[in-house]
């Protein structure tokens, strides 16, 4: 049977790994004049290391017991840096405990709690940190890790180091995506400047817009667009979701995207490998040719 060239298109794209969910979407892919990035679970292979656990010099609890604590509050989450503190207690025999009450801040970090206790695992808020803590926290990020900061009852009581890889696939997608759109991609990330510009270096990556919050990474789209840009989004976490939904297109990363990425983006890339976005992008600039 002969399809009419966008369908066709469309189970291309399939093929390619790439679920493309109507024709509108196979358009605005073709059109796509800027590729913008997440980073964590998107560029990174999103299954980050616990790297450092430094507790704070007055913490009255044993490294072991912060560990617990951190895990037990983090294990509701899915977000890829809530996995990796989880799976760091497991290695080290710890159980893991019931928290009650978690709530979970998209771009900044969960609170729930645990034995009693309040606590709150996240992005350590520049301007609250004193000394000591902000000697840790930067020590880290110079490192290129993401520092996140445990607090119990309120008070600051350890520093966790998480540290991710690009995917292996990386640098040659946001290679070829340059070479198709004729523009260079961009960087849209929650995590620090140093962590990001780390990643954006070995990727290949020149512009970096860090530690955005949800909102933040929607102003950023909004500014191309006002430019007279045509942004594909590419990201997977609840983060990233608002910013999804204003893109002209937004495709979320199937495997670790979470429920709410791949319900509002565009597209979803099923096969987990970001070289399958200049494959289909390439197709969905085929395919207008010949509609036109
Ligand atoms: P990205 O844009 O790189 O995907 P996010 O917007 O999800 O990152 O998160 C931004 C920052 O917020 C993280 O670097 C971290 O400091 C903090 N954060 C968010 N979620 C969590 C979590 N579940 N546990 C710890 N920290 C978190
Ligand atoms: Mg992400």
């Keep these: 049977a ?36 997440d980073k964590t679970g998107t560029l990174t292979t ?12 007055d913490a009255a609890l044993s490294e072991r017991e912060l560990l617990a604590l951190a895990a037990a509050a ?31 801040a998209p771009g900044r970090g969960v609170t729930a709690r645990v034995d009693g206790r309040t606590v709150e695992v996240g992005r350590p808020a520049e301007g609250t940190l004193d000394g000591g803590l902000r000697g840790a926290v930067q020590e880290l990020e110079a490192a290129g890790r993401t520092a996140v900061l445990v607090r119990v009852d309120g008070e600051p009581a350890a520093v966790l180091g998480l540290a991710d890889r690009p995917r292996p696939d990386a640098a040659r997608a946001v290679a070829r995506l340059a070479a198709l759109t004729g523009s260079a ?3 849209l990330t929650g995590d620090n ?8 270096d070995d990727v290949g990556i020149a512009e970096v817009h860090a530690g955005l919050l949800p909102s933040d990474k929607v102003d950023r789209v909004r500014e191309l667009q006002s430019r007279g840009e ?57 395919a207008r040719r010949l509609v036109i």
Excluded: C, W, Y
Aim: aromatic share 2%.
């Design 46 to 57: 999103g299954t980050p290391q616990l790297a450092d656990l430094r507790p704070l010099p």
């Design 193 to 200: 400047p140093h962590a990001a510009r780390r990643l954006a």
């Design 2 to 37: 002969t399809m009419p060239p966008l369908l066709s298109a469309i189970a291309n794209a399939g093929r390619h790994g790439v679920l493309v969910k109507s024709a509108v979407v196979l358009e605005h892919l073709g059109t796509a004049t800027r590729v913008a990035f």
């Design 74 to 104: 983090e294990n509701p989450s899915e977000h890829p840096l809530a996995r990796a503190v989880v799976t760091a207690a497991r290695r080290a025999g710890i159980p893991i405990r019931a928290a009650e009450g978690f709530a979970s």
């Design 230 to 286: 045509r942004v594909a989004l590419v990201g997977d976490g609840v983060n990233d979701a608002p910013a999804l939904a204003t893109a002209h297109v937004g495709i979320a990363m199937g495997r670790s995207g979470s429920d709410l990425a791949l319900d509002t983006a565009d597209a979803v890339v099923t096969r987990d490998e970001l070289a399958t976005l200049p494959a289909v992008l390439g197709l969905a600039r085929r």
């Design 185 to 187: 991609p961009h960087l």
